[in-house]
């Protein structure tokens, strides 16, 4: 089903924060043990991107496709890897999150969640993603 979704990103790099917030519409599909949201990113360098959030329990799925192409785990407590692919080559990043909190019902609602990223074995940035569903 058709929804509105507000999210606010924020990035902490070296010390230094950037945050944005952002109002797109999407797609919402509401299951019994999962939900998945759907939409086309407009931020800069992502255009023509599309992501997926597919969430269960304490584990957030990102697909991100277009120019930029990723499937990330997004898992409280847990590291894992993924390939990140960019036009100019495809990158390994480790991810570890640190939150992980859904109240979305079939009405839609709240999903929290906020992960570091590794790169060689080097912290490249905190994130902290939040995401308002809106029917």
């Known amino acids: 089903m058709k929804c509105v979704i507000n999210i606010k990103d924020t990035h902490i790099v070296d010390g230094e924060k950037e945050s944005s917030e952002n109002s797109v ?38 697909h991100r496709k277009g120019a930029l192409t990723t499937e990330m785990i997004i898992e409280k407590g847990k590291h894992h890897t993924c390939a990140y692919a960019t036009p ?8 570890y999150a640190k939150e992980v909190k859904s109240d ?26 939040v995401v308002l569903i809106q029917k």
């Open 25 to 62: 519409q999407g797609n919402f599909a509401f299951h019994k043990e999962s939900y998945t949201v759907r939409y086309k990113e407009s931020g800069e360098g992502y255009e023509g991107c599309f992501v997926t959030l597919t969430v269960e329990g304490k584990k957030v799925t990102m």
């Open 88 to 95: 100019v080559g495809i990158m390994d990043l480790g991810v």
């Open 104 to 129: 979305v019902t079939e009405n839609g609602g709240e999903l929290r969640f906020s992960y570091s990223l590794f790169a060689g074995g080097q912290h490249l940035s905190d994130n902290k993603l």
